[in-house]
């Protein structure tokens, strides 16, 4: 049997390029949009219409249904890009890093933290999707578990308690653990929210922050 023709498999790969185009157009479109989607709904809320934002766009409203089939599934999709496709996995390791000192693994943490929490949109936006309502129990899940146990674990360790194998961790431990997080989220509301000028640089803060902490974690932590 004779194989295939030469102007055969040209028309396949002829055929093939044109899909692979429009789905990377469509990716690139459907990317222009979210992106605009995010600084759209941190400048004004979600009380902000699709509508509005077509308009921004440039596009006709019912285009922005083809890529995102309700203002919610925008919404939910913000979310997850602003908060979970985020998430900087090197967290778990600098929090965990046996090559590093305490101090040192709760600076370099809170440092990357911050460079990543401080950002305009993010900053806003965790307060328009608190006081939307919505439901961001997967990125809590996510802050507990991944950042707030293992900060626990190694204020413990510092204050020479028992290990978290030996007794679980408290909830007055985990508490203790958000502290410099807090300080962090709070700066970018002044910075973002409130619009205070002239905030110091944050790197120093952390600094101070993290090592009041320590200072004073093995009196605060009760004994297990």
């Known amino acids: 049997m004779s194989a295939p023709s030469m102007p055969q498999r040209k028309e396949t790969a002829r055929t093939a390029r044109p899909a692979t185009r429009r789905r990377f ?12 989607a995010v600084t759209f709904f941190a400048e004004v809320g979600f009380s902000g219409d699709t509508k509005t934002l077509a308009s921004r766009l440039g596009v006709a409203q019912p285009l922005l249904y083809r890529y995102f089939a309700s203002k919610e599934a925008l919404i939910q999709r913000v979310f997850e ?5 985020n998430w900087n996995p090197l967290w778990e390791e600098m929090l ?12 370099a943490f809170h440092n990357d933290f911050a460079r990543v929490h401080l950002k305009r949109d993010r900053v806003r936006l965790s307060l328009f999707f608190a006081l ?15 950042v707030y146990l293992p900060i ?9 308690r028992r290990t978290p194998s ?15 997080v807090e ?16 905030l110091p640089p944050i790197e120093p803060l952390i600094a101070i922050a993290v090592h009041g902490l320590l200072d004073g974690v093995s009196t605060a932590l009760p004994d297990a």
């Open 25 to 36: 157009q469509r990716d690139v479109r459907e990317r222009h949009f979210l992106d605009e």
């Open 81 to 85: 890009d602003t908060f979970l496709a």
């Open 96 to 107: 965990t890093d046996p090559a590093l000192s305490v101090p040192a693994r709760l600076l």
């Open 132 to 146: 939307h309502g919505w439901d961001m129990t997967t990125y809590f899940r996510l802050m507990r578990e991944r």
């Open 152 to 160: 626990a674990a190694n204020l413990r360790a510092h204050a020479g």
């Open 166 to 180: 030996d007794v679980p961790l408290q909830e007055l431990e985990v508490e203790l653990a958000k502290t410099v």
């Open 183 to 198: 300080k962090i989220q709070y700066y970018g509301i002044r910075k973002w929210v409130y619009g205070i000028p002239s």
